[in-house]
């Protein structure tokens, strides 16, 4: 595919987040066009939904992007998404990058760094959006939030997970990792398939952030379909078809109303958009030239 007609704009940032802001437009534009041609259904999801209602685009000291596929089209995507892309962008999934140990994927920029821990931790980390797996689940919503939790439950049983400022729930997390070791991973991993193909959507489904991960996000699917679109940052994407409803599961009836400066979070540490971290998937910006003469046969 032909991306030329969406440049990258990083150094017209002045402040690094800036900056960012401007990789991560160029990630969701690419990744806007590639579902565009493979008829594949997205929307603007968690932070970035809510950007888009309250900012017309990015929360302004927000530092990622995050978009939703039924899992159907996600799997879709990740069979199709290498192939059309254009060489500085990554499509990151623990297949694709071994040390990733995420559910979900991440499309990431390969010239740049965003730290979200003290540490490397051993995988690319270009600069993302993220793209989240959705699951249909019960329409009997006290059904779906049981799947939603058992989902929790499996995840944390297959995954080592990073440290808690609450020691209980810490420790539970230890206890769920120390059983998933014992009880054969081919189990665990028919259990989720069987629950994320047990329903098919009607307007009455619930839609569950991933039930493979320990987000426990519940929607209503007619609040999501049909796809609506909402402006972002003077380009139009795809959207929940009821935004305002959609964003008030997560954020609550007061969204409109912006965090106080002192309990705004961030994911990141340290951000570098000039900067990739030491992996085989990484460029070096200043040597973008070079790498792009080389393809062209200069």
Known sequence: MDFMDIPDLRMEGETPLEQAHNIMLRNLRIF???????????????GSALG????????????????AMLRSDYEKFTKIVQKELPRDLFFQTSETDPAYKESHGKLRDRYSSIMESACDEGYQQGIFIDIF????????????VKEVR??????????????????????MKRILYCLGRIIPKAFIRNLYCSMTSRYSLTSKSHISTSLDSTFRLLYRAEDIFPLGSVQFEGFTFSAPGNL???????????YMIPLAEQDRKTHSIRIDPFK???????????????????????
């Not at 995840?155 to 997970?161: F, G």
């Open 32 to 46: 806007d066009r590639i579902c565009r041609k493979y008829d594949l259904g997205y929307w603007l999801d968690g």
């Open 52 to 67: 888009a209602l309250r900012h017309g685009g990015f929360v302004p000291w927000d530092d990622d992007l995050d978009v």
């Open 133 to 144: 797996p959705m699951d249909i689940v019960s329409e009997d919503r006290e059904k779906a």
């Open 150 to 171: 058992l989902g929790a439950i499996l995840y944390m049983m297959t995954h080592k997970m990073k440290s808690s400022r609450h020691f209980c729930y810490w420790l």
């Open 244 to 254: 305002e409803n959609y964003v008030k599961v997560q954020f609550g009836e007061n």
């Open 276 to 298: 990739s971290n030491d992996h085989r998937e990484s460029l070096e910006w200043d040597k973008r030239n070079q790498e792009d003469d080389c393809l062209n046969g200069s």
